[in-house]
């Protein structure tokens, strides 16, 4: 197979053709390697080659629903038996699991062969990917602007062609940010959906899930139907629903009556194109039949980003604190602005703490009096197209400043600083969207709808209620039937 017939073909396409004996799994994989040989030297999305593993594997008689399909995992909580989670930090880089994560169990029954880990920023904290282990990952669309993060790597193989689908993560848009960043379809399923484990119970209080990135929606249901299967040991036993996420699909979504919002939750800046891309999708939502009209939410939203990053700084304290319990490195083993959130977290009170996380419910009820009104809440993905490799990273005098304060030991003077601020407004006011799902624990999707003109492309969000994960793919398969993205190729 070459590779233009490759790029052809989803994940569902392409298993059928090995269950029909028209290519086997090893040539599939050949023109996924080559693929990555022709491009990933320009976007750089896998951190960890398993070339051999694949292989060996694809040797092998394989079963299950995209048996033979070549797949990447993300090098982050997808743990791979045998091989480091880098977490795309210097400490872990040589730490190898002890057992495949649940995700990546449930993958490797439904046959796929996984030969790579894809790159993200240090413990997923950034919603671009740019670590140091590694340097930067590009948009396949223009290598000068981020894939966006933490799960860029996957985007940037699925965009590139390497994969037509992917591992993925989300805990505050890792997933639907890369989506938007690439021109891909990313959702984020619902808190308990997707089962994690078995190294731990939940990620941020269930707000980080793992689901994959794709070029079509039918991928990702079909990646839904296998990842969401009840785990009698986790937290949560969450309800399926009557039919596969794959026939949900496939349905027609009725007329729903969408809320639109532009305004950033944090009272930032929003890029005219990203008003633009949410205005399109409402014109696109209005020619299918659906009622669109402007709204609020009603949800303190700059209260829940302050409740966020709360959370955030501690469990990155937290897993600062445990790989250096693990590996023995000291500060040299972490990027600076990790140590900077790393800080900040340890110097929360618990009190404070458990505070910000007991306003997660008022944040979530306010929600669900909205979807009591709406159907779906449409937002941009992003407040602006993807920005440019570099434009994120601290500023060399703020780097100085909190080395320093560091040093000292003085990490109750960071958030008088303005550092804390500064935080904030790189990291969160290019994507102001994408958290309240997470927090919330509701399902959210990023649709590949819209091109600026330079081209970049730019998604938009839906947000549903619980359990609507069925209603967003069958909404997102009516988008994708009106205006096709999946022959959209970047210009690599």
């Not at 022709?38 to 694949?54: C, F, K, Q, S, Y």
């Not at 009556?257 to 194109?273: H, K, Y």
């Not at 003109?453 to 009106?482: C, K, W």
Request: glycine share 10%; with cysteine.
């Amino acid at each position: 197979m070459e590779y233009r017939e490759y790029r052809r073909h989803d994940a569902v396409g392409l298993a059928r053709l090995v269950e029909k004996g028209e290519v086997s799994a090893a040539e599939l994989l050949e023109v996924a390697l080559a693929r990555a040989d022709a491009v990933d030297g320009t976007v750089n999305a896998i951190h960890l080659p398993m070339r051999e593993i694949a292989r060996s594997r694809a040797r092998t008689a394989l079963t299950g629903p995209f048996a033979g399909v070549p797949f990447l995992v993300k090098d982050l909580g997808q743990h791979y038996a045998g091989l480091p989670t880098g977490s795309g930090s210097r400490s872990l880089a040589t730490r190898p699991a002890e057992a495949h994560a649940l995700v990546v169990q449930r993958w490797l029954e439904a046959g796929l062969v996984v030969f790579g880990k894809t790159s993200t920023p240090e413990f997923g904290a950034k919603a671009i990917t740019e670590p140091e282990v590694g340097g930067p990952t590009r948009n396949p669309w223009n290598p000068a602007h981020t894939p966006g993060g933490s799960s860029g790597g996957s985007a940037a193989a699925v965009a590139a062609g390497i994969v037509p689908v992917a591992g993925a993560s989300d805990g505050g848009g890792s997933i639907r940010i890369p989506a938007a960043c690439c021109g891909l379809f990313g959702l984020k399923p619902g808190r308990g959906v997707v089962p994690d484990g078995p190294d731990v119970a939940e990620r941020l209080h269930g707000a980080a899930v793992n689901g994959v990135i794709s070029r079509s929606v039918r991928d990702t249901a079909a990646m839904l139907d296998v990842l969401s299967a009840p785990d009698p040991t986790g937290p949560y036993l969450t309800a399926r629903p009557a039919a596969a996420y794959t026939d949900l699909a496939a349905r027609e979504p009725g007329v729903l009556r969408i809320g639109m919002s532009t305004a950033s939750p944090l009272g930032t800046p929003v890029d005219p194109e990203a008003v633009a891309a949410v205005e399109d999708a409402a014109a696109l939502l209005t020619s299918l039949g659906h009622d669109v009209e402007p709204t609020v939410t009603g949800v303190d939203e700059r209260q829940l980003a302050r409740d966020f990053l709360t959370m955030w700084f501690a469990a990155i304290a937290a897993q600062v604190t445990d790989a250096r319990r693990l590996t023995g490195c000291g500060p040299e083993g972490f990027e600076i602005d990790t140590q900077i959130m790393a800080a900040l977290g340890r110097a929360t009170p618990a009190p404070v703490y458990i505070d910000a996380h007991d306003r997660w419910n008022d944040h979530t009820r306010r929600l669900a009096a909205f979807h009591e009104r709406y159907d779906l809440l449409l937002t941009p993905t992003l407040a602006r197209p993807p920005v440019r490799i570099g434009e994120l990273v601290s500023p060399a005098p703020v780097r100085a400043v909190s080395k320093a304060l560091l040093r000292a030991r003085a990490a109750g003077l960071l958030g008088r600083t303005g550092i804390v601020d500064t935080l904030v407004d790189r990291n969160l006011a290019p994507v102001p969207y994408t958290q309240l799902a997470n927090i919330t624990g509701r399902p959210a999707m990023s649709v590949p709808l819209y091109w600026t003109p330079a081209p970049l492309p730019l998604g938009v969000q839906f947000v549903g209620p619980p359990g609507s994960e069925g209603r967003l793919l069958a909404l997102a398969t009516q988008l994708e039937t009106a205006r096709p993205w999946f022959d959209r190729e970047p210009p690599l």
